[in-house]
C-alpha cells in the first residue's frame, strides 16, 4: 500500500458475489460507487462479478488487507433498494446465501464479465428524401435493399423483427438506406408493435365481474390480497383486463402478471397486447434469448414497460413504478423453485404486495389449500366467479367409468369409445388426456409382476419401443429391452400401461378416419411445435386430441365437446399429501376444456374408484366442498395450512454419510430448544435419484416463526460441517414436493 493511498479517503464497497457464503465482502475502490453497480473483483483465484449492495468509510478488515475492485460496469445504479430487500428477505427466508439469491435473480448477461448494454431496438420509416425517392434510383442488383424500400413505402415503417422476416441480411440493406440518407429510426419498445391489432370488442361485465372489479379497485392503493375465485371460463383474465386499464390510466404505474408456464404467456400476451395497446408490454421467461431477456429486464427496471408478465423468477424485476400484482393459477406448483433457492413465487409476490401496499390478485378455479385457509379467514378478500362468462356454455357433465367392470383394450373402455365415435359424427373434437408419457410406462411380467426397475433410482423404467430401449424419466438411465424376466425367466414380457403412443396407435386402428394429434413433451420439443399444433385444433383439422398435463392449461377450443381422462388412481393414493389436490385442480382444469362455447361438453374419467369423494366433488364442480373435506384432513395431520413444514434434502453417492449429516442436523436442531417438532432422518419416496442415495428430515411447527428461529441457528452450522462439502444438500422451507 503506498503512502498516498493512506492519505486518501477510504470508499469501501460491500460487494455480494455469486459464492456459497454468507455475508457480503469488502472491496478498496478509487472513487465512490453507489449500491446498485455492479464491479468486477478478484475473489481467490478467480475474478468475479458482483453487486455494491451498500458503501462505508471503513471496514472490520486492515486496509493493507482489502483487494481494489478491477473495474465497474454502470454508469449507474440498475438495482434498487427494494430489490435488495426483497432478496433479503428471500435469502433469509429460504435459508440460502444472500449473494447467491441476488445474483441468480439478474439475467444471465448481468452476471457476466462483459459491461452489458442492452442492445436497444429499432424501427425504420422513410424521411422526406426517402419518400421522393424511387426503387429505380436503387442498383437492380442490391434485391434487399430494393424488397426493404418497396416494403417500407407500402407499410409505412418496419421493426427489426418485421425487417428479419424480409431478409436474414436486413442490416446491411438498412445500412446502405440510412447512408443514402433516407431513413429515420425510432426506438421501439417492444410493446407497441401489436397496437396494429388492437381489439375494441369490450365484452360487457357480468355481475360477478363486475363485483369483483369494482371491490377491488375500491382498495387500489392498500395493500390487499385477493382471492379470484372463479371456475374456468367464468372471465378471470377479461377480469386482470379491467384491472389493468383502471389501474395504468390513472398513474404511470407498473403493473406485474405472473404466469405459472411459459407455455400460457403466449396467449395472455396477446390478449393484453389487443386490449390494452397503449401500454408497453414485456414479457419475461426462460424462451427467450438473453439479449432479449436483458433488454425487457431494463424495461420494466427503466419502467418503460408498463405492463410485465413473467413466470417465476420474473418476481424479483424491478418496478420502480409498480403499483399492482396478479398471479395467474395461483396454485400451480411450477411457482416453486426447485433448486438453488426454493422460493415459492406467490408468496414472494405477497410480500412484495405488503412492502409495496399495493393490491394482489391470485387468480384460480381451484385455489392452493393455503391459499383458501386465507381467504376463509378472512386475510384475503375472497371474490367469487361460478358463472361462465359466455352465457351458452354450460358446466360439462361429469362421468366416471369402473374400469373394473368394463374390459379395457389398449387402456380404451366401450364407452368411452363410443363417446369418441359420436363426436366423429358429429364433427365435433375430443381430449384424451393422459398423466404418463412414453409408449408403455413400464415392462411387466405377467408371470410373476416383476416390473423393470431403474438401477439408479426407485423409479420404473418407461418402454420406448420405436427405439427399443427402457428409459428413467426420473434420471435419464437407458438400457435395452430385456428379452425374458430376470426374476423367473418368462420369455413373454409385455408392455404396460397407456402411454400417448400406444393410445395413439390403437385409435389409428380403431377409428381409422379421425384425424389424431398427440401433444406431449416428445412431440412438442421443437420450437414453434406447440402453437402450430394448437392452430391446427383451432382451425378444425384435428378429431382427437391425446395429451398431458400441457394441454389441461388455459387452452380454449370452442369444438371440443368431450374429454377422456385415463389414467388417475395412482394419485387418489399417493403417499405425498397433496397429490390428491393437485389431481382435483387438474381435472377440474381439464374438465374446463369441454364445452367452452356453445356446445355442452362431457368428462368420462375412467377409474377404479368411481365413488370416490374427489370424483363426487368433480361432478358437481365443487371446489369449496372438496377443499373442505381436504382440509379436515390436513387440520387432524398437523399438516399445512394448519402447521408449517420445512426440508432438509441431502443426497450423497452412499447413504451413510447422508444418514450421518442428517441425524447431526437433527441432533443440533433438538438442542436449539425451539418449539419445532424435528422428526428422524428418512429416505423419501423416491430413494435414489441419478445415482445419488436421499434422505430427508423434516421439520414441523404451528408458526412460520418457530421454523425460522431453528432453521437460522442450524444453517450456519450445516454450512460448516465437514460432511458439508461431501454430500448434497438444501433446505426447502414450505416444501411443495415429497
Ligand atoms: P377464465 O380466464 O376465467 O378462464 P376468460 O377470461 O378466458 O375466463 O373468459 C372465457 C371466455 O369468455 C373468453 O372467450 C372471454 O372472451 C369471454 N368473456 C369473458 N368475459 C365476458 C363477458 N363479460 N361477456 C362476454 N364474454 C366474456
Ligand atoms: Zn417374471
Ligand atoms: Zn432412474
Redesign the pocket.
Known sequence: MTEQAHSQPLHILKVALDVPLDGVFDYRADTMLQAGQRVLVPFGSRQQVGIVVATASESELEPSKLKAIIRHFDQEPVLDAEFFSLLKFCADYYQYPYGQALLSALPARLRQTEPAQARQQFRYRLNAAGLAAGVADLPPRQVVQRRIFATLRERGRLDEAELAELSPSWRKGIAALCEKGWLEEEQVYAGLRASLQASNVE????AE?AHAVQSILLQRDTFQPWLLH??????????YIRLLQAVLEDNDGQALVLVPEINLTPQLEARFRSRLPQYPLVTLHSNLSESERLQNWRLAQSGDARIVIGTRLSVFTPMPKLKFMIVDEEHDTSYKQQDSMRYHARDVALVRAQRRNIPIVLGS?TPALETWYNAQSGRYGLLT?QQ???SQSQLPQVNCVDVSRVQIQDGLSPPLLKALRKRLERGEQSLLFINRRGYAPVLLCNACHWIAPCMRCSSRLVVHLRQGRLRCHHCGHEQKIARQCPSCGNPDLHPTGHGTQRLEETLVKLLPDARILRVDRDSTRRKHALSEMLAAVHAGEVDILIGTQMLAKGH?FPNLTLVGVLDTDSALFSPDFRAAERLFAQLMQVA?RAG?ADKPGEVLIQTTFPEHQLFNALRSQDYAAYAQALMQEREVAQFPPYEFLALIKAEANDYAPVQQFLQFAADTARGLGSDALVYDPVRPQMERLKGMERGQLLFQAATRQALQVVLRQLTPQLRAHPLGNRIRWAVDVDPQEF
Not at 365484452?203 to 357480468?206: A, G, V
Open positions: 365484452p360487457e361485465l357480468n365481474q372463479g371456475i374456468t371460463g367464468s372471465g378471470k383474465t377479461e377480469v378455479a366467479m361462465r362468462a359466455v380454449d374446463g367452452r
